[in-house]
């Protein structure tokens, strides 16, 4: 499997702390959040030169960045479109894959779809791919037919996938405890392109590095949900989405990580 495995930025940390430690500790990848709304980082903080430099180890196949565009927007109204637009403009500047955003399943599969034109047009033009992340409110069914509407604009193909938060499929409702079945039952029409990968004990978003929480004593789910990837063909980045203390667990969690792909 040809994935990279990274960190993010943090609401409780400068950027450059996440993004320096994983350069130093070898992460070949990493998601720039755009938090400044609650806290953390925003585009706006990258200076030029510091986009260079950014854009340079990107083409130098050092890192794979990605963008997380705000949690908050929401791709049918225009506040929203115009926070991920900043996020692609972002994204294209460094040279990034992707750029991230959130499932909003209360609205209908079609309305949700069309709404992602534009950003699909400036995503193709900034040279990245978008992925729709599950939320934990966000149902198996609701991703297929939003993949299913997908699936007939041809300017969506090999342009939008899905990004898997395996830590919100665990607290969905239908899946609790239980996120590679979310995966199952996922139509082989889903193009999974990201992992969002944190843990929890089923009841809040606790975002526990992987190996602290359920998988510490058994990785059977760990071990079943990178057969089914590999089973997809997936070739995306790993996101570690937290920033512990010490972050010295996030390098252990890469390590532990890294055997299982091995092993897959």
């Given at each position: 499997m040809n994935v990279r495995i990274g960190n993010q930025t943090s609401a409780h940390a400068p950027a450059k702390l996440p993004?320096?430690?994983?350069?130093?500790?070898?992460?070949?990848?990493?998601?720039?959040?755009?938090?400044?709304?609650?806290?953390?980082?925003?585009?706006?903080?990258?200076?030029?030169?510091?986009?260079?430099?950014?854009?340079?180890?990107?083409?130098?196949?050092?890192?794979?960045?990605?963008?997380?565009?705000?949690?908050?927007a929401?791709?049918?109204?225009?506040?929203?479109?115009?926070?991920i637009r900043k996020s692609i403009r972002f994204g294209g500047s460094i040279k990034a894959s992707v750029v991230n955003l959130h499932h909003f399943p209360q609205y209908h599969a079609k309305v949700y779809a069309e709404s992602l034109k534009p950003l699909i047009e400036e995503a193709a033009k900034a040279g990245l791919q978008l992925s729709l992340e599950n939320t934990p409110e966000t149902p198996p069914d609701n991703i297929n037919a939003v993949f299913g509407v997908l699936s007939a604009m041809p300017e969506a193909t090999g342009r939008v996938g899905f990004c898997l938060d395996s830590g919100h499929?665990?607290?969905?409702?239908?899946?609790?405890?239980d996120y590679v079945r979310f995966v199952d039952l996922l139509g082989n029409h889903v193009p999974i392109i990201h992992w969002h990968a944190h843990e929890n004990w089923g009841d809040r978003d606790s975002h526990l590095p992987l190996f602290t929480g359920p998988s510490a004593k058994d990785d059977r789910g760990l071990r079943g949900l990178i057969?089914?990837?590999?089973?997809?063909?997936?070739?995306?980045?790993v996101i570690l989405e937290q920033w512990p203390n010490p972050p010295e667990q996030l390098v252990k969690s890469r390590n532990r990580l890294t055997e299982l792909l091995g092993q897959a």
């Open positions: 993004y320096e430690f994983a350069c130093r500790n070898g992460f070949d990848a990493f998601e720039w959040f755009s938090d400044r709304g609650r806290h953390g980082w925003c585009e706006a903080e990258t200076s030029p030169a510091e986009c260079d430099q950014l854009h340079q180890a990107a083409a130098a196949g050092n890192v794979r960045f990605s963008i997380h565009a705000p949690y908050y929401d791709p049918t109204t225009p506040d929203g479109i115009e926070a499929a665990n607290l969905h409702s239908g899946t609790r405890h057969r089914r990837l590999k089973q997809r063909g997936f070739a995306g980045s």
